[in-house]
T-cell receptor, first 110, second 115 residues
Framework: RKEVEQDPGPFNVPEGATVAFNCTYS??????FFWYRQDCRKEPKLLMS?????NEDGRFTAQLNRASQYISLLIRDSKLSDSATYLCVVAPDSNYQLIWGAGTKLIIKP | DTAVSQTPKYLVTQMGNDKSIKCEQNLGHDTMYWYKQDSKKFLKIMFS???????INETVPNRFSPKSPDKAHLNLHINSLELGDSAVYFCASSQSRTGLTDTQYFGPGTRLTVL
């Protein structure tokens, strides 16, 4: 099992729809979780951190399920500009490195 | 205004050559990183420096050698380039020592193609 797994997609979604994707992680002791966004041929940028209680930032909601070892990202009222690859990032308990998922590609269609 | 900058943006070279990529950050961060993103889009850490001290050195060929002259700069030198080195190399920085709890800021990437 990979340390961090994501459905690569692509997810083709009409504008205005709600889309959700999950990311599973293998290390139960993992402590920090993030969603990064990467546009085509650009660098990754932090979208949001994921807190234990779940958190929301505008149209974006992130949740953590420790029991099942996954985090999720929900995008409501999707915009064309949301088209990107969404990278799940997990910080293990003791290692000095972040573990990056391969990303889920999202395409919003008009 | 660029927070993390890398040069060059594109690098096309022949197998066996030696090349360097430079990275600078003006965020005042203590920690800098080199990542490699291959054709399958996996982002893998290669090295991390905190205040010029190497703190992460993943299993990469010793043809790759990072150098940090000061905490604002982290360069990557690659000897005897191979076809498999073709990838996008990202430099990043973070305030904390490990980057485990705070944002990592990435440079625009250097797209290396080895012919």
């Amino acid at each position: 099992r990979k340390e961090v797994e994501q459905d690569p997609g692509p997810f083709n979604v009409p504008e205005g729809a709600t889309v959700a994707f999950n990311c599973t992680y293998s290390n139960s002791a993992s402590q920090s979780f993030f969603w990064y966004r990467q546009d085509c041929r650009k660098e990754p940028k932090l979208l949001m951190s994921v807190y234990s209680s779940g958190n929301e930032d505008g149209r974006f909601t992130a949740q953590l399920n420790r029991a099942s070892q996954y985090i999720s990202l929900l995008i409501r009222d999707s915009k064309l500009s949301d088209s990107a690859t969404y990278l799940c990032v997990v910080a293990p308990d003791s290692n000095y490195q972040l573990i990056w998922g391969a990303g889920t590609k999202l395409i919003i269609k008009p | 205004d660029t927070a993390v900058s890398q040069t060059p943006k594109y690098l096309v070279t022949q197998m066996g050559n030696d090349k360097s990529i430079k990275c600078e950050q003006n965020l005042g961060h203590d920690t800098m990183y080199w990542y490699k993103q291959d054709s399958k889009k996996f982002l893998k850490i290669m090295f991390s420096y905190n205040n010029k001290e190497l703190i992460i050195n993943e299993t990469v060929p010793n043809r790759f050698s990072p150098k940090s002259p000061d905490k604002a700069h982290l360069n990557l030198h690659i000897n005897s380039l191979e076809l498999g080195d073709s990838a996008v190399y990202f430099c990043a920085s973070s305030q904390s020592r490990t980057g485990l709890t705070d944002t990592q800021y990435f440079g625009p990437g250097t797209r290396l193609t080895v012919l």
